[in-house]
């Protein structure tokens, strides 16, 4: 049935998504086809006097101060998502290229050839503890869309005014970390943190949320965690990529075309330091591969709303808010989340 293979985009997850609901998931989902890999993991981590994988996702219960911990959270995640993307059906599906959300960078490099599924773990792993190697603070998200998911109008504009305004203030540091399309997550110290608090303007839904056990990702505080990156992890781990990668600026690594030592120093530099456009990476993927669905491997699926939101961001075939994302989805899905069963059984076969 080669000829009726559907193209799929495929979005790694990154930090947030192995929570509570997700105990147990890769020993149910997996632990009898894929108990070599799991092994593996279980081993590199034990060499590092770590709890193995299979330790933390066969816990009685889930803890949030022992889960939630960069050096705990990191190895679950790539865990569920390798191992989804191994359960990927490949007679059903041609994976046109990859991409993934902040950490789940670490993911779509072993997802597309560019480092092996064991150095995928080991960079994870490593970066999970690195990620803790910062000085105070965190980081904020903010909604920048309405209920139907449509953008507020002047509201990004000066939230980012506000932020860059209050970066600028002696002892303040504050700045963009992720652009998730309808939600905007900044990332400071906690005098820059506690300044947007006060200052922000009414936002959509929620309240501003302080995120639980997260650094100041992707702006210049975490350098420690670059360094300590660039000294652990070696580019001889890098490889050409097999599948295209899309990455937190909306660049392409292509087959054939990608320097090992320019992926190795992206991912251990900008990667780390400067903002990561999530938005931008699935609205690039989709305009230059066109694909039939986007896949979204475990674990959760609480990326989903973001996936939409970047869609809808370029009224991506047709889909203009929230309504039509879901009459989109309950016709003929676009989004196939592995994290919701009914849609894993139509990823998976």
Do not use: C
């Not at 998931?25 to 193995?52: C, K, T």
């Not at 000066?158 to 992720?178: E, K, N, Q």
């Amino acid at each position: 049935m080669g000829g009726n293979r559907r193209t799929a985009l495929v979005v790694a997850p990154g930090r947030g998504t192995y929570g509570k609901g997700e105990l147990g998931s890769i020993a149910r989902l997996h632990g009898a086809r894929f108990a070599d890999v799991i092994a593996n993991f279980d081993a590199q981590r034990r060499e590092r006097g770590q709890p193995a994988v299979s330790t933390l996702d066969g816990a009685e219960r889930f803890s949030v101060a022992t889960h939630m911990r960069g050096d705990v959270a990191a190895p679950l995640i790539y865990t569920a998502t390798a191992l989804d993307w191994l359960s990927i059906d490949r007679e059903k599906y041609d994976v046109v290229a990859v991409a993934g959300n902040s950490m789940g960078w670490y993911s779509a490099l072993a997802l597309g050839g560019a480092v092996s599924i064991a150095d995928g773990f080991r960079i994870s792993n490593a970066m999970g503890l690195n990620s803790q190697t910062h000085g105070p603070g965190g980081q904020i998200l903010l909604q920048v869309v309405d209920d139907d998911w449509r953008p507020v109008p002047g509201l990004r504009d000066r939230l980012l005014a506000l932020v860059a305004a209050i970066g600028t203030r002696p002892g303040h540091a504050l700045a963009l970390s992720i652009d998730l399309a309808g939600m905007l997550v900044f990332a400071g110290n906690e005098e820059g943190l506690a300044a947007l608090l006060a200052e922000a303007p009414p936002t959509p839904g929620r309240d501003p949320l302080r995120l639980a056990g997260h650094g100041p990702f992707h702006t210049p505080l975490m350098v420690g965690s670059s360094d300590k990156a660039r000294a652990e992890l070696p580019v001889s781990l890098f490889g050409g990529p097999a599948i295209p990668m899309v990455d937190g600026r909306g660049h392409i690594w292509r087959r054939f075309s990608s320097d090992p030592s320019e992926v190795w120093d992206y991912t251990f530099g900008h990667q780390i330091l400067a903002p990561y456009d999530f938005a931008l990476s699935v609205q690039v993927a989709v305009k230059e591969y066109a694909p039939d669905v986007l896949i979204l491997p475990g674990p959760g699926d609480t990326l989903g709303g973001a996936i939409a939101q970047a869609l809808i961001g370029i009224g991506w075939q047709g889909i203009g808010g929230k309504a039509d994302f879901m009459a989109r989805q309950a016709a003929d899905p676009i989004l196939l989340s592995m994290g919701r069963a009914e849609q894993r059984a139509l990823v998976t076969g």
